[in-house]
């Protein structure tokens, strides 16, 4: 049979979160320079998982981010606009364009995702420690999180 899965996001910021949220100020860059920042995977990556291509933070600044921008951006696109066309890919990016390209990675995520796979944005209500685990109360569910050893001790 088909199984289902439902993945529950609960960060109210998105991806990326409140560290590479959008409407921080331009001023804050970040420590990697842009070609040297990515979110694929490929051959010189030895965790064994499954060697996924795509574009760095430069590469991405100048192909698919303009028609990103244009498409999905409300607030100060032409900030990002004017900052993909002067990156360099030796240069810092702002931290607010890789959290841009964050998102546009997970949108690309998604694609990937089969139709049994069901995406929800949630927030946390509250967190009960119980022995085995925890009790975790959502905006639309309650759920039960074992985190016994996985060894049965």
Known sequence: GRHSLELI??????????????????????NSVSQQVTLF?????SSGGTV????????????PATDYIEQTVTKNKQLFIEEINRLEKDQQSTRC????????????????????????YS??????????????????????INCSDPTGR
Do not use: C, I
């Open 123 to 144: 927030l946390v209500k509250k967190v009960s420690k119980e022995k085995d685990g925890f009790l975790l109360q959502t905006d639309h569910k309650l759920s039960r």
């Open 52 to 63: 996924t291509p795509g574009p760095n933070l430069f590469q991405w600044s100048k192909g």
């Open 97 to 120: 364009l890789y959290g841009l390209y964050q998102r546009w990675f997970f949108s690309k995520l998604q694609e990937e995702f089969p139709a049994s796979t069901q995406l929800v």
């Open 9 to 30: 996001l609960f960060d109210p910021e998105g991806p990326g979160g409140r560290v590479w949220r959008l409407n921080q100020p331009p001023e804050l860059l970040m």
């Open 41 to 45: 995977t490929d051959e010189t990556e």
